[in-house]
C-alpha cells in the first residue's frame, strides 16, 4: 500500500472527502410546489406514501397509549367495586384440620378445587334456612325439612329484598332483649322493620353496609300518633293531600329535624322504642364504623350550634327576646357529660377487630333514650355458614347520644343514606293510612 493512500486514509482526509448528506423525505414532503419540479414524478410518490406511512403509524401509537392510560384508570375503580375484600372467616378446629390433610402425590396432579363463595348460596339461603316463596307472593326462610312453608309458620321468617346481592334480604321482624318491669327484667320483644337502604361511599358509589329501622310492634301506635299529629292534630288518620304533605315535611332538611327531634325527644310510656340494624355488604371493622358515626355526630353538632348562633346574633341585632321557641338549649353538647358519653361510644367499638360480611350489628333506643349495641357475627362451619349468638357490646345511657345517631340517618341536609331515609320515610306514609290503634301487623 503506497504512502498516498495511507495519508488519504487520515481523520482530516476523510472530513474533506466526506460524502454528500443524503436528502430527508421529512424536508421532501415539505418543499413547496415550485421544488417539486426538481423530483420525477416516481420520486415524489414514494416520498408521499412514505410520510403517509410514518403519520399513520404515529396515530396507532398515539391510539394505543391513550387506551392504556384509560385503562390504567378504570382497571383500580373496577377493582374496588366489584372486588369483596373481606377477610378469612375464622374457622373451627375440625376445618383447620381438614384442611391440613394432605393427598400427596395427588395434590400435584390433581389439586382441591379453591373454595369460594357462591351469590347463588346466598340468594338461596338466609341464616342457615332455605328462602322460598310462599303463597301470597311472599317471600319467606323456611327450614330445610319442610315441605309446604307458610309465612304463619312459627319457625319461618318473612324476608324483604334489600336491592344488593352481596346482602340480598332482611327480615320483616325481629326480636330483642329489652328490660321490662320496675325490676328491668330483660324479655324478648318484637320489632317490625319501618324502612331500608343501601349506604354508599365515594363517586363509585361502593356499597358498605345494607340499613334498615325497626319499631317495636307494641310502639307503633305512638309513632303513628304523633306523625298524624304533625299534619292534622284532629285527625285519625291522613288523607292523600295530608300524606303529601308529610311526606315533603320528612323530607324537608328542617323540617324532618323538628318532627323527629319532638319524636326522639319523648321519654317512658310515650317514648318509641326503635332500633337500627346494619349489616355489611363486604368485610369491615368495628373502627371504621365508628368514625363513620362520629363524623356524623359531629357534622349534627355543628349544625346545632350554628343556628344556636344564628339565633342568638338575631337577638342582639332585634336587642330584644325572640318569639320562636330556640331549636335547643344553649351548650346543649358542650358540657362535660356530653363528652364522658362520647368517649363511652367510642370504648363500646374499642379493641373489637372485624366485623365480617353478612355479620349483624344493631343499633337500640329505649323508652328513656338509652343507647345499645348488640353484635351477632357469622360462623363458618361444615354444614356451611351459620349466625352466631347474639351479644350485646355496651351501652351509653345519655339520651343525647342515641339521638344525633337517628338523626344521622333519619333527617337533616345530608344524611348516611339517602335511599334508606326514602323507605323509612314511605313506611311512615303507611302506618298513617290507616285510623291511630290500627296498625296492621306488617308494616312493608
Not at 176 to 182: D, E, I, K, M, N
Request: hydrophobic share 40%; aromatic share 6%.
Amino acid at each position: 500500500m503506497t504512502a498516498v493512500r495511507l495519508a488519504a486514509r487520515r481523520p482530516i482526509f476523510r472530513c474533506l472527502n466526506a460524502p454528500t448528506p443524503r436528502p430527508q423525505l421529512r424536508r421532501l414532503a415539505q418543499q413547496s410546489k415550485p421544488q417539486r419540479e426538481h423530483l420525477s414524478d416516481l420520486e415524489y410518490v414514494s416520498v408521499h406514501r412514505a410520510e403517509a406511512m410514518r403519520l399513520a403509524q404515529l396515530k396507532r401509537k398515539r391510539n394505543w397509549l391513550a387506551l392504556g392510560a384509560a385503562l390504567s384508570m378504570i382497571a383500580p375503580m373496577l377493582l374496588v367495586r366489584f372486588w369483596d375484600l373481606s377477610p378469612p372467616e375464622e374457622q373451627n378446629q375440625n376445618d383447620l384440620e381438614e384442611k391440613k390433610e394432605s393427598r400427596g402425590v395427588l395434590d400435584l396432579i390433581t389439586p382441591r378445587p379453591t373454595q369460594t363463595d357462591s351469590p347463588r348460596a346466598a340468594i338461596d339461603e338466609f341464616q342457615g334456612k332455605k328462602v322460598v316463596i310462599a303463597p301470597g307472593d311472599k317471600v319467606i326462610a323456611a327450614p330445610a325439612d319442610a315441605d309446604h312453608p307458610m309465612a304463619t309458620d312459627v319457625d319461618t321468617i318473612e324476608l324483604v329484598e334489600t336491592g344488593t346481592s352481596y346482602v340480598p334480604y332482611f327480615p320483616k321482624t325481629i326480636t330483642l332483649p329489652v328490660p321490662t318491669g320496675p325490676e328491668a327484667v330483660e324479655s324478648q320483644a318484637e320489632y317490625q322493620l319501618l324502612g331500608l337502604g343501601i349506604r354508599k361511599v365515594s363517586f363509585l358509589r361502593v356499597q358498605v353496609y345494607v340499613v334498615g329501622l325497626y319499631v317495636r310492634s307494641s310502639d307503633l301506635h305512638i309513632l303513628q300518633n304523633h306523625l298524624i299529629n304533625t299534619v292534622n292534630p284532629t285527625a285519625s288518620a291522613l288523607i292523600p293531600g295530608e300524606k303529601e304533605d308529610l311526606r315533603k315535611a320528612l323530607l324537608d332538611p328542617e323540617r324532618s329535624t323538628e318532627i323527629w327531634d319532638a319524636i326522639l325527644a319523648r321519654k317512658g310510656v310515650d317514648a318509641v322504642d326503635m332500633a337500627f340494624r346494619v349489616v355489611p355488604t363486604r368485610g369491615t371493622d368495628f373502627a371504621h364504623l365508628r368514625d363513620a358515626w362520629m363524623r356524623g355526630i359531629a357534622s349534627r353538632t355543628d349544625e346545632v350550634r350554628k343556628r344556636q348562633a344564628d339565633l342568638l346574633r338575631q337577638q342582639a341585632t332585634e336587642n330584644k327576646q325572640i318569639a320562636l321557641p330556640k331549636p335547643v338549649d344553649e351548650g346543649e353538647f358542650g358540657d362535660e357529660s356530653f363528652g364522658l358519653a362520647m368517649k363511652e361510644l367510642k370504648g363500646i367499638f374499642q379493641g373489637k377487630g372485624r366485623a365480617s360480611k353478612g355479620s349483624v350489628l344493631t343499633l337500640t333506643r329505649g323508652k328513656n333514650g338509652e343507647f345499645g349495641v348488640w353484635f351477632q357475627p357469622t360462623v363458618n362451619t361444615k354444614k356451611g355458614e351459620k349466625m352466631g349468638e347474639n351479644t350485646k357490646l355496651g351501652s351509653v345511657q345519655d339520651e343525647r347520644v342515641s339521638k344525633l345517631v337517628w338523626q344521622v340517618y333519619l333527617s337533616g341536609q345530608n344524611v348516611s343514606s339517602e335511599a334508606a331515609r326514602k323507605s323509612i320515610v314511605d313506611g311512615c306514609i303507611g302506618i298513617t293510612e290507616r285510623p291511630v290503634g290500627t296498625v296492621e301487623g306488617r308494616v312493608l
